[in-house]
């Protein structure tokens, strides 16, 4: 059930921006969780498509443009984001799951009234989550889960070091990560 918050009308109130390990649920939790508290809700990943030539997937993109250039694409649409949004009140922000591996992105995020929220959940889970629909692009189809499980400890390294909260949703479904992150953010600004 959706109530008002008050949150959005409220000055001085970050973006909050959730960040983790591909499969951790932050583009479907961030939904979520604005819903809940009536915040506007973006996804970057989306921001980043609303960029590109028609027909282009993210993933398209990143396979055959290269790391570099999606990072700069990543880079603009979030630099974009902020201005038009940050200042305005509490929002929501699902980043990518290498947003925080992008010097530029880091920056951008660090520079802004933006507060990052680590998703945080077990490598044997997430695994599980992305394999049940077959074996992604993104990992060694030799090896997929010592390829995914690479990933995720250096992954882990950066999101710990650049988080400022990290949410350990373990065993957790999307509803209930939901209400465990609203329960955190209304905790912190008494509502
Ligand atoms: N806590 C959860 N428990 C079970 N499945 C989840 C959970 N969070 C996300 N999922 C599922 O995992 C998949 C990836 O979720 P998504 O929100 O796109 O993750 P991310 O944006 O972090 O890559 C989706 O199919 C989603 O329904
Ligand atoms: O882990 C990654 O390297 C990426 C994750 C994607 O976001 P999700 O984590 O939301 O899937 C997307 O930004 C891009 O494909 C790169
Ligand atoms: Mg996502």
Do not use: C
Request: avoid cysteine; proline fraction near 5%; hydrophobic fraction near 35%.
């Amino acid at each position: 059930m959706p109530f008002d918050s008050g949150f959005e009308k409220m000055d001085n109130m970050p973006v909050i921006a959730l960040g983790g390990i591909k499969h951790t649920g932050k583009s479907t939790v961030g939904k979520i969780v604005s819903q809940r508290l009536a915040l506007p809700f973006h996804d970057l990943d989306d921001l980043i498509l609303k960029d590109l030539p028609p027909r282009w997937s993210i993933r398209k993109w990143y396979r055959e443009k290269g790391e570099q250039e999606f990072r700069n694409k990543e880079s603009v649409a979030l630099a974009q984001y902020l201005k038009e949004e940050d200042q305005k009140g509490m929002r929501i922000l699902a980043l990518g799951g290498a947003t925080l591996e992008n010097p530029q992105a880091l920056n951008l995020l660090k520079g802004s009234d933006t507060e990052i929220y680590i998703l945080d959940e077990e490598v044997e889970i997430l695994y599980h989550r992305i394999i049940k629909r077959g074996i992604p692009p993104f990992l060694d189809p030799l090896n997929p889960e010592e390829s995914f499980r690479k990933m995720y400890t250096t992954r882990k390294q950066t999101l710990l070091n650049q988080g400022d909260y990290i949410i350990n949703i373990h065993g957790m479904d999307q509803t209930n990560a939901a209400e465990h992150l609203i329960r955190l953010i209304r905790s912190k600004y008494g509502r």
